[in-house]
């Protein structure tokens, strides 16, 4: 791992430090894992300048050529798949079983945009007249600032990058605060899979200096685009400095995703698919559910499968411990919200019917509540950790109405063996992504994000290296035909 372990900026191809650095610390036990350069404007500048001046000669390399390296970076991260899952599991705190699976779902990003890179086309289009031939080319927009968030340090980073470098892009990353190890050591990677330098850049900063640095990102004349995760409230700060120079973005921004059970639904499958969408990452990624509608028919045998399956399966400790099933929470700040809606829950009438209590340091027993009305702060407002308040419910009209009565929609899930109301409520659910009796959905192959404020554009599939494409008209006149 020692090799892969980088703590310095990496621009232009090079490690670079800065004046300054900030700590990285482990979230379970709160003790300091490295020590980083703290990036400020100045590097963020010089980054991008170096991404602009690599991407002219970047845009002219053919597809072929980008999709090979692309794939000899695959490659590498799959040939140091454990230890990369280690720096996960040190600066992320989830368990090592799941940053295993982060890194084969990173990879996969680097894979599968490998292979769309030479699957660019353009259109020939019949003319209005017979002396021209219309033309429609697909080219790179340029420097790509790319922010990405803590919950998936390494998957975050490739599902964008992937798709930028295979267009023909040039990028500057500025991971999370909380986990730039995971984006140093993709750095460390992609020189040894031959990227050139200037084309995968990389400046880690404190959170004090993350909104200087952000607005250059965004505000930079030389940067064309802006693709961003993280936080409803961050993405709008971030469009209106994008305004400014009116770039090419797209969001990725926050969940509040509805479970919906009804009486159709086959119990036992609900019950699994409500423990793996609510509790991996501890419950802190922004596809788990988080608004748990259950109709009144089977909703008692729900609550009594769910709280046994959660006393069997769910086992909280470090990361590295390999029985962990559950690690911290990213912070303290994290820990608090969620006592926050714990106990304004409970204060207007909801039971606690498994865990309720925080233990050490940003430690969540993971809870079960029921008796749950629509008012009350977990049903309103993202949790981000191992919560499940569940609200009964009659009709599924009703079931609709709660459901998307959100400002955000970036998924949903529902169960149930009704072929007609399978299709009635996936249609109608107001979000982007839909599990229809499937509790995780993510994959590289299928189209990622959300409606409403959950951001716009999309990632990963067929469409991801679209947010980093141009349409250009190409009229070829005066021709005797």
């Not at 140091?80 to 996969?108: F, R, V």
């Not at 499940?388 to 109405?401: D, G, H, M, R, Y």
Request: some cysteine; hydrophobic content about 40%.
């Amino acid at each position: 791992m020692a090799q892969l372990l980088r703590t310095q900026a990496f621009i232009e191809g090079r490690w670079v430090s800065a004046a300054s650095t900030f700590p990285v610390l482990d979230p379970a036990t709160g003790e300091e894992i490295a020590k980083v350069s703290d990036c400020g404007t100045k590097e963020a500048q010089d980054a991008v300048n170096a991404a602009y001046k690599a991407f002219h000669l970047w845009k002219n390399h053919t597809a072929k050529e980008r999709s090979i390296l692309l794939r000899k970076w695959f490659d590498l991260i799959n040939q140091h798949k454990e230890d990369l899952a280690k720096l996960i599991t040190a600066e992320c705190g989830k368990p090592m079983k799941e940053s295993i699976g982060e890194m084969t779902y990173s990879a996969s990003f680097l894979e599968w945009f490998s292979e769309e890179a030479r699957r660019v086309y353009g259109d020939i289009v019949a003319p209005p007249a017979k002396d021209r031939k219309i033309l429609l080319l697909k080219q790179p927009v340029g420097v790509a600032s790319i922010i990405t968030p803590w919950n998936f340090p390494s998957a975050m980073i490739t599902r964008k990058v992937g798709a930028a470098l295979a267009a023909g892009c040039t990028v500057v990353v500025k991971p999370a605060e909380d986990t730039p190890l995971s984006a140093l050591a993709l750095a460390e990677l992609s020189v040894q899979a031959g990227i050139p330098p200037g084309v995968f850049n990389v400046v880690p900063c404190s959170r004090e200096k993350t909104p200087a640095v952000g607005e250059l990102l965004c505000t930079d004349p030389l940067v064309a685009k802006i693709s961003f995760t993280g936080s409803t409230a961050t993405g709008k700060i971030l469009l209106r400095h994008a305004a400014g120079t009116v770039k090419r973005v797209s969001m990725e921004l926050g969940g509040h995703a509805p479970f919906i059970v009804f009486d159709s639904a086959d119990v036992d499958k609900a019950v699994a698919g409500a423990m793996v969408s609510k509790f991996r990452n501890s419950g802190q990624t922004c596809v788990c559910s988080n608004r748990f509608l259950v109709q009144s028919g089977i909703h008692d045998a729900f609550m009594e499968k769910l709280a046994k399956a959660m006393d069997a399966e769910l086992k909280l400790g470090h990361g590295s411990e390999p029985t962990t099933t559950q690690g911290p929470l990213i912070n303290t700040r994290a820990a608090e919200k969620l006592e926050n809606q714990i106990a304004d829950a409970v204060a207007q009438g909801a039971v606690i019917v498994r865990g309720g209590k925080r233990l050490e340091g940003s430690f969540m027993q993971p809870t079960l509540l029921s008796s749950v009305k629509t008012d009350m702060l977990c049903m309103q407002e993202e949790s981000f950790g191992p919560l499940i308040p569940v609200v009964k419910f009659n009709t599924e009209q009703e079931a609709l109405a709660i459901a998307n009565a959100s400002p955000v929609g970036l998924a949903g899930y529902f169960y149930s063996r009704d072929i007609s109301q399978i299709w009635r409520v996936a249609e109608q659910m107001e979000v982007g992504m839909v599990g229809v009796n499937e509790g995780l959905i993510s994959t590289t192959e299928a189209s990622f994000g959300g409606i409403k404020q959950s951001g716009m554009g999309r990632e990963g599939s067929k469409y991801g290296i679209d947010e980093y494409l141009e349409i250009k008209y190409m009229c070829l006149g005066g021709l005797s035909l």
